[in-house]
């Protein structure tokens, strides 16, 4: 790996006798993780059923290493059921610092992909408002689409800039995570095409971004809440130098400390402008002490009265004669499960998360659980309900056995031998997607986009 010879040179300077074990690391293999779904699967659980070969990440619950080598858990079908979530395992300990309470209202401002969402959503157990954000229409399509996957229902995924948010939700969360848009020296050795694109001017336009984006945070965050700031990056430029300037612009915050074990290390305040002893208590973690790439935390507390914006509730736009054929669908094919909250957009219905707030005029991809489209006397329920539901809340389930799961991943029909309607398919218990059984076949309604091209 060739690294651009600024950064080493940058890098020999500041970190000076650990830096021979700082660049060596970019000789080693980098490690992957897995981090399993706690809306889905409990760890007890996962020791049993998993079939791969893995090894505790000690410094986040539910994480795992896996060896690439060995196992491919993105081609398993646990994947497509939402079992897990991939992850690079430094990553994992950002929102594990913000952790996020059932029934609170938690904004991720930067959220693609989704790992960090996710596992605040699992945090937060299907209560209380995540909305998940992210700038760039297209990363947050695969937001969404993983958001789905993993069966979430109270979140919204809006695209929109830092700025339009703030306007319309000041003083309104009670957790905010800054995962930032920075120079990605942290996963040089994951992505390659970051080495070529760094540069000094780079980190600085980095930094100034960060800057912007924190300040449209502050305003979001009301009073006695928390704020988690994050790099994958090491310069002090967009970590240290970033909070320094955040703290000093807003009195009103106080660093929190972040507890450190297995390798996490203190902050650096003499990479501060000021020397800021209080950024001692950020983390900084590096390939050369643990198992994972280069991540760096702060933990913010604000303590200002923050005036509130008046935001309303939206309210069900539903009639009760438009759900007549969703609860028709209901009555024949769900058990044990209700919705309300029904948001209808362009026959397209959602279930809305309890305490909803007003999107509009806001750019929204989703908003809370997307049930299915009203189409003419009939309702044709989304593959985002599917991942919703637990297999007991099925009236119908249709087990894949052995291969049977490749063939439906593809979009392949199956023959049953039955005439039950509409099914939950599921592997070993644990929702894929849709069925509707005919005459002993089972046509395919697993997404044409995600199907296995093989």
């Not at 986040?60 to 646990?78: A, I, L, R, S």
């Not at 309702?379 to 894949?400: I, Q, R, S, Y």
């Amino acid at each position: 790996m060739q690294l651009p010879s600024e950064f080493i040179r940058k890098f020999t300077d500041l970190l000076k006798e650990e830096s021979h074990d700082f660049f060596h690391t970019y000789e080693e293999t980098r490690m992957s993780g897995l981090r399993i779904n706690p809306l889905k699967i409990t760890e007890e659980k996962w020791s049993q059923l998993s079939p791969f070969t893995l090894n505790k990440i000690p410094f986040v619950p539910n994480g795992y290493y896996y060896d690439p080598e060995k196992d491919q858990p993105g081609k398993h079908p646990y994947h497509a059921a939402g079992l897990y979530y991939i992850q690079e395992p430094s990553a994992m300990f950002v929102a594990e610092q913000l952790a996020p309470n059932p029934g609170e209202r938690v904004l991720d401002l930067c959220a693609a992909p989704g790992g960090k969402t996710t596992q605040l959503a699992g945090m937060m157990k299907q209560s209380g408002i995540l909305v998940a954000n992210e700038i760039n229409s297209k990363r947050a399509k695969a937001l969404s689409e993983n958001i789905e996957r993993l069966g979430i229902s109270n979140a919204l995924v809006t695209n929109e800039t830092p700025d339009r948010l703030a306007d319309r939700f000041q003083g309104y969360f009670d957790k905010i995570l800054v995962d930032a848009p920075c120079s990605g020296e942290g996963m040089f050795r994951k992505d390659e095409e970051a080495i070529a694109f760094w540069s000094e001017a780079h980190v600085e336009a980095c930094a100034k971004q960060q800057k912007n984006i924190l300040d449209a945070a502050y305003s979001m965050l009301k009073e006695d809440g928390i704020l988690v700031y994050s790099t994958c990056t090491f310069s002090p430029e967009e970590n240290e130098q970033t909070i320094e300037y955040f703290l000093k612009e807003y009195p009103d915050l106080e660093l929190q400390p972040i507890e450190k074990t297995n390798g996490i290390q203190n902050g650096r305040p003499e990479w501060s402008t000021s020397k800021m002893n209080e950024l001692e208590q950020t983390a900084r973690l590096w390939p050369h002490h643990l198992k994972g790439e280069g991540h760096f935390v702060a933990k913010i507390h604000k303590t200002a009265v923050e005036e509130q914006a008046k935001i309303r509730e939206i309210s069900s736009n539903a009639s009760r004669a438009q759900l007549k054929d969703f609860y028709e669908f209901t009555n024949q094919t769900i058990k044990g499960k209700t919705f309300d909250h029904f948001y209808l957009f362009n026959q397209q219905l959602y279930a809305l998360p309890d305490n909803c707030p007003s999107f509009q005029g806001l750019k929204i991809l989703r908003a809370g659980l997307h049930l299915g489209e009203l189409k003419k006397n009939r309702f044709e329920p989304n593959h985002a309900l599917a991942l919703g539901l637990m297999a007991n809340e099925a009236k119908h389930c249709f087990p894949l056995k052995d291969d049977q799961w490749f063939h439906y991943l593809k979009g392949e029909t199956l023959t049953t031998g039955n005439d039950r309607g509409w099914m939950l398919v599921t592997i070993d218990d644990y929702p894929l997607g849709w069925g509707k059984e005919a005459k002993g076949v089972l046509k395919n309604f697993y997404p044409k986009g995600l199907r296995i091209q093989k």
